[in-house]
């Protein structure tokens, strides 16, 4: 039973590096119609700091000392665990008020959510294993993982799909793969906890991405995401993100190259993006080229090496998506298309929801920034 009257809303909040996004849509005459959305600006540090064994060895002697000087049989527990002590995060508290203050802004209903895992601490891979009875899957997935990862299995948590097989006489079948800290996921849910929403689930932003720029389309595609931090390169293959790639270069350091060309502070150079991108203007390629062409070469080799794997051999790549919060500036998609004879074009994850007409300026300029909180909120449809 819905608890929204006969119309069911869903949530999804995206929580990155450049501040929260979400939004909120409804189930109308089985569609996702927009219901609110809520951008955050603000620079947050949702990375997963490293923990020693001495941090929490020195957690455990100052919980202990606390046991000797008030008697407290409380203290007398399980030596606690890496999630236990990122609990202790001072983080969570801070974010989840954050988070607080946008939803009551949003005027946000739902508290069902669906948000995503930062993709730079995500192992994403595909792995070719024999066929085997699906309860022996488990096991040798993990297995396999493990050899590939440099943390522990036991401190990852693991989930897998079957990537649907062209032949069934096959001896082998490719697996998705998908792994995360398990440390992360709790960092994330008690954000969440911490702010009365009930998180329903905790994905990748590659699948978010995929479900709003992409959707059915089953051609080959990238999606190129430049966000603040980081730019995540996904292959899109029948719907699924099949490959992720990433570099350290972002908006920020597209700021900082054109601060040091212009002569200019940070803050007049967010405000000129911000401007150029509205009308589209054109701008010279040079000044960026140091930041753009890395960008270019890690397409090409993507597609390279996604096109080499078995079975991949005659597919063809369709077309290039652009999205992020800096997938508007000019000059990325004007290198971009100089480099790839391809369709090349700034996503628009907004085309399979239903919007009030007046609201259309609007969204488009929000667009790219809210790739991944749209796929979330249409998971469930």
Request: aromatic share 6%; hydrophobic share 40%.
């Amino acid at each position: 039973m819905s608890l929204f009257g006969k119309k069911e809303s869903y949530l999804g909040i995206d929580i990155g590096a450049h501040g929260i996004k979400l939004v909120e849509l409804r189930k109308t005459k089985n569609r996702p119609q927009l219901w609110t959305y809520g951008i955050l600006d603000k620079d947050l540090d949702i990375h997963l700091h490293s923990t020693t064994q001495k941090d929490i060895d020195d957690l455990r002697a100052e919980q202990d000392l606390t046991y000797v000087n008030t008697k407290q049989e409380t203290s007398k527990k399980m030596p606690i665990t890496i999630q236990e002590y990122i609990l202790k995060d001072a983080r969570i508290d801070a974010y989840a008020k954050l988070l607080k203050m946008l939803i009551t802004e949003a005027k946000v209903k739902s508290r069902r959510v669906t948000s995503s895992l930062p993709v730079s601490h995500v192992f994403h891979a595909i792995i070719n294993i024999p066929k085997v009875a699906d309860k022996l899957l488990q096991g040798i997935v993990q297995a396999e993982i493990a050899k590939m990862i440099s943390q522990p299995i036991e401190e990852m948590q693991v989930v897998f799909q079957k990537v649907s097989p062209g032949n069934t006489e096959a001896r082998y079948q490719t697996i998705l793969v998908t792994a995360a800290p398990k440390a992360l996921v709790a960092f994330y849910t008690a954000i969440f906890q911490k702010a009365g929403l009930q998180l329903e689930e905790l994905e990748t932003e590659a699948f978010a991405v995929a479900r709003s720029l992409v959707g059915h389309d089953s051609t080959v595609s990238m999606v190129v995401d430049v966000g603040a931090e980081r730019t995540n390169l996904f292959i899109i293959d029948k719907g699924i993100p099949m490959t992720h790639r990433s570099l350290q270069i972002g908006g920020n350091n597209f700021d900082v190259a054109m601060s040091k060309v212009l002569g200019l502070e940070i803050a007049q150079i967010k405000q000129i993006k911000i401007d150029l991108s509205s009308v589209s203007a054109h701008l010279p390629t040079d000044m960026c080229m140091n930041l753009l062409d890395p960008i270019a070469k890690e397409i090409q080799y993507s597609f390279d090496m996604y096109l080499k794997q078995t079975g991949n051999e005659g597919k063809r790549p369709e077309k290039i998506i652009l999205s992020g919060g800096s997938g508007l500036f000019p000059p990325i998609q004007d290198y971009i298309t100089q480099q790839f004879s391809l369709k090349i074009f700034v996503g628009d994850p907004w085309a399979r929801v239903i919007y009030q007409d007046g609201l259309k300026p609007i969204l488009d300029d929000l667009g790219p920034r809210m790739a991944v909180s749209i796929g979330l909120a249409l998971r469930n449809f």
